[in-house]
């Protein structure tokens, strides 16, 4: 069992920037895949941004490509959601996820670990 911990969530303004941050409790991170998605009010939860076990490949939603940024540190077991120019429609409960010698997938289905849920607010 993999548990994973998120922080970082909280009111922005629009334009601002913001950092979450996802910590495990699995030993052998360096063999996770992760992903963080994200639930606006109202809607189904979406794919953000992901990335492969190996940390190789990344995967990102259109509507965040070239302003998110998903990164991990090995050593503190802990991955990382950049996010910069931040908009109102970035607005969701962010989840992050994790999946065990994963590809970096885009789908909800695809990942077995997932995280209690950090609130982003941003205000226009």
């Known amino acids: 069992q993999v548990q994973l911990v998120e922080s970082g969530g909280g009111l922005v303004q629009a334009g601002d920037s913001r950092r979450l941050s996802c910590t495990a409790s699995?030993?052998?991170?360096?063999?996770?895949?992760m992903g963080w998605f994200r639930q606006p009010p109202g809607k189904e939860r979406e794919f953000v941004a992901a990335?492969?076990?190996?940390?190789?490949?990344?995967n990102y939603a259109e509507s965040v490509k070239g302003r998110f940024t998903i990164s991990r540190d090995i050593a503190k077991k802990t991955v990382y959601l950049q996010m910069n120019s931040l908009k109102p429609e970035d607005t969701a409960v962010y989840y992050c996820?994790?999946?065990?010698?994963?590809?970096?997938?885009?789908?909800?289905?695809?990942?077995?670990?997932w995280g209690q849920g950090t609130q982003v607010t941003v205000s226009s």
């Open positions: 699995e030993p052998r991170f360096n063999s996770l895949a």
């Open positions: 996820a994790a999946d065990r010698l994963g590809e970096g997938s885009m789908k909800i289905k695809d990942y077995l670990y």
């Open positions: 990335l492969r076990w190996a940390g190789d490949v990344t």
